[in-house]
């Protein structure tokens, strides 16, 4: 009885003290909780968006998300919306950040299904869930191209209109991953 109390201080004290996101579950493995970001110029995105679209900056954007809305859900579970582009061209994308603490996960999921997104498995990236949206395409341009993913407790959404596969989204979507480990 003694050993398993000690286990379990052990662990407290472990996972109160860990200041790089790591806590212990209850079997005892470690994992490493991704936090959403505090700003939007985050250099490695902002690299990734320049690269698809030469020029792309951070937009400033004065949100006014409307009910039930993914933006709505997003900023009310501690997150933050971010539009990079060029705005004088009205060409970019939005990248959503949220704390999936309150689940806002599952209570959003059903949403994207009914709006024709398909479950993903993003190749080399571990994510605990995946769904795309790939509609609208031209000669040009995919006209809606969004992915919604799960991963160590923070929900991503990377909308763009530019985007045409996977392929081309990847690098944007690593960097968004990359952002939450800061």
């Given at each position: ?115 024709g997104e398909t479950p993903i498995d993003l ?20 006209h809606v191209w969004r992915i919604n993913l ?33």
């Amino acid at each position: 009885m003694k050993l398993r109390i000690a286990l379990i201080l052990s662990t407290i004290l472990l996972t109160s003290c860990s200041s790089s996101g790591a806590r212990i579950s209850s079997d005892g493995i470690e994992t490493v909780a991704g936090h959403v970001p505090t700003n939007c110029e985050i250099a490695e995105v902002i690299s990734e968006f320049s690269a698809q679209v030469p020029g792309s900056k951070f937009v400033p954007t004065d949100w006014q998300p409307s009910h039930n809305t993914d933006l709505e859900a997003a900023i009310n579970n501690q997150g933050i919306a971010c539009t990079y582009g060029i705005q004088v061209a009205e060409i970019g994308g939005t990248i959503l950040w949220a704390s999936n603490s309150k689940n806002v996960w599952d209570e959003r999921k059903q949403s994207w299904i009914d709006a024709g997104e398909t479950p993903i498995d993003l190749p080399s990236i571990e994510e605990t869930s995946a769904y795309v949206l790939q509609e609208g395409t031209s000669a040009d341009e995919l006209h809606v191209w969004r992915i919604n993913l799960l991963i160590r407790g923070v929900w991503i959404q990377v909308g763009a209109s530019f985007l045409q596969n996977l392929d081309e989204a990847l690098p944007i979507i690593k960097a968004s991953i990359a952002a939450i480990d800061k």
